[in-house]
């Protein structure tokens, strides 16, 4: 069955976001923050969250390779800055000790009578200049993706999640989405999700199984640059409230809003077991297990509606991101309170 390979330090699995940095990402959105920040935000979300599913007793071990391709009008090149500037893809493990820098948030607890210092990694920060040269920066990721998988043949496909919120100005991007849909390991060919940012919530459309209904050509190339969902994401989706996600379905939103912009993430993130050959699963992985066991207890979560603190969309209800990993285990308590909301969050 593909996209089924354990995932170990013999054989990770790999992340690569390309991400728009042109100047209409510096466009509101409905909550007042543009584009541009609100993606850098969850992205940075999304990085500090892979980290706890790949520690360990002995520190972070080398579960994905991770890297950040960004193309503006700066031109094309890697998204991360620091000591992670240099290459594209980098080991979990080392993201994890290179940040550009840790901030300091303020977060109100026992109804707002103290105020709580947490710590937050940024590896990632918003740029937005000029146009959309999506051919080029799809070619690189191409490349990238190319040598990763010659080099791990039988690992979990490496995963390409793309946002965007304008049409290329560099040339039709299909041959280059066409080229890394060509890309495989002996589990399954590489994944690649699409999604199109809106400054509103008006006419997105969430994981279409078909063309038909599509407003526009634009849609229809990003639909066709889209891979279908992997059986095992079908019921993560439907499980948080996309109840008609089929194996048809293209892992694609158009004109997403800022509640969606997470769901795209968290679910896009979602990997087969993470499994040490000579040790039980992960933590998270058994718990998973188990609550897939108690059918009775399972929660479905609805795609939130209205204003909410950014953390409180990843940590939603049983089978969200709490579900997942359990922030009362003892490997994931340093890590609880990056993923709870702060005081600048609650302005997001």
């Not at 297990?289 to 603190?309: C, F, L």
Request: proline share 8%; charged share 20%; with cysteine.
């Amino acid at each position: 069955m593909p996209y089924s390979a354990k995932i170990n330090r013999a054989n990770p699995s790999c992340f690569l976001f390309v991400i728009d940095e042109s100047g209409s990402m510096d466009e509101s959105m409905e909550s007042g923050r543009s584009k541009a920040q609100f993606v850098a935000d969850v992205l940075n979300k999304t990085l500090a969250e892979l980290i706890p599913q790949c520690t360990k007793a002995d520190g972070v071990r080398a579960y994905f390779d991770v890297g950040v391709i960004t193309y503006s009008g700066f031109g094309v090149g890697s998204g991360l800055g620091g000591n992670l500037s240099e290459g594209i893809l980098h080991p979990i493990s080392v993201i994890n000790k290179n940040p550009i820098r840790i901030e300091e948030h303020n977060r109100k607890v026992e109804g707002g009578l103290i105020s709580r210092s947490l710590k937050f990694p940024v590896w990632f920060e918003p740029r937005s200049l000029g146009g959309t040269p999506m051919r080029e920066a799809l070619t690189k990721a191409a490349e990238v993706l190319a040598e990763w998988s010659a080099n791990h043949p039988h690992s979990y496909p490496p995963t390409l999640i793309h946002v965007t919120d304008g049409q290329s100005t560099d040339g039709n991007p299909e041959a280059a989405a066409a080229a890394l849909q060509q890309i495989a390991t002996s589990d399954g060919q590489c994944l690649i999700f699409n999604l199109h940012l809106n400054g509103s919530s008006d006419g997105r459309l969430a994981f279409p199984a078909a063309e038909d209904g599509l407003p526009d050509q634009y849609s229809k190339l990003l639909f066709k640059m889209s891979s279908p969902f992997p059986p095992h994401l079908v019921e993560v989706a439907q499980r948080m409230g996309y109840r008609h996600v089929t194996p048809e379905s293209r892992f694609f939103m158009y004109k997403a809003s800022r509640e969606f912009i997470v769901h795209f993430f968290d679910i896009g993130t979602r990997t087969s077991q993470i499994h040490e050959d000579n040790e039980r699963p992960h933590a998270a992985v058994r718990m998973r297990r188990d609550d897939e066991q108690r059918k009775s207890a399972a929660v479905t979560v609805e795609p939130p509606k209205g204003d909410r603190p950014l953390s409180s969309l990843f940590l939603t209800p049983l089978p969200g991101w709490a579900g997942r990993f359990g922030l009362a285990h003892p490997w994931l308590r340093p890590w609880a309170p990056l993923l709870r909301p702060s005081e600048a969050e609650k302005e997001i």
